[in-house]
Nanobody, 126 residues
């Protein structure tokens, strides 16, 4: 059973930065693309960013492109989401997820992932 544990969320002001981390329990972490999604109250879970298994390719939602950066450290079984110039509309629970199959590129759909973390709350005040 794969476990994903997010950390790094919190309450910040608009314009601040946060870095989220997602630690994976599996030894085959390096074989899988990873993604970050978010969900605000009353909305569907939406794609934020993804990174390929090798870390060479990344993909971002238009709403966060140029502000957020996804990266991974396969030696630490960890994927990161650096969030800069945060806005109130970035307020949500942020989830990391692992793709269904190994050695895939970036995937921007919820159905492309089979393991999810428990989420970490990010609140941005204006």
């Amino acid at each position: 059973q794969v476990q994903l544990v997010e950390s790094g969320g919190g309450l910040v002001q608009a314009g601040d930065s946060l870095r989220l981390s997602c630690a994976a329990s599996e030894l085959t972490f390096c074989m899988y693309a990873m993604g970050w999604f978010r969900q605000a109250p009353g909305t569907e879970r939406e794609f934020v960013a993804a990174i390929s298994w090798s870390g060479v390719r990344t993909d971002y939602a238009d709403s966060v492109n140029s502000r957020f950066n996804i990266s991974r450290d396969n030696a630490k079984n960890t994927v990161y989401l650096q969030m800069n110039r945060l806005k109130p509309e970035d307020t949500a629970v942020y989830y990391c997820a692992r793709t269904r199959g190994p050695f895939s590129g970036t995937i921007a759909t919820v159905t492309g992932y089979d393991y999810w973390g428990q989420g970490t709350q990010v609140t941005v005040s204006s």
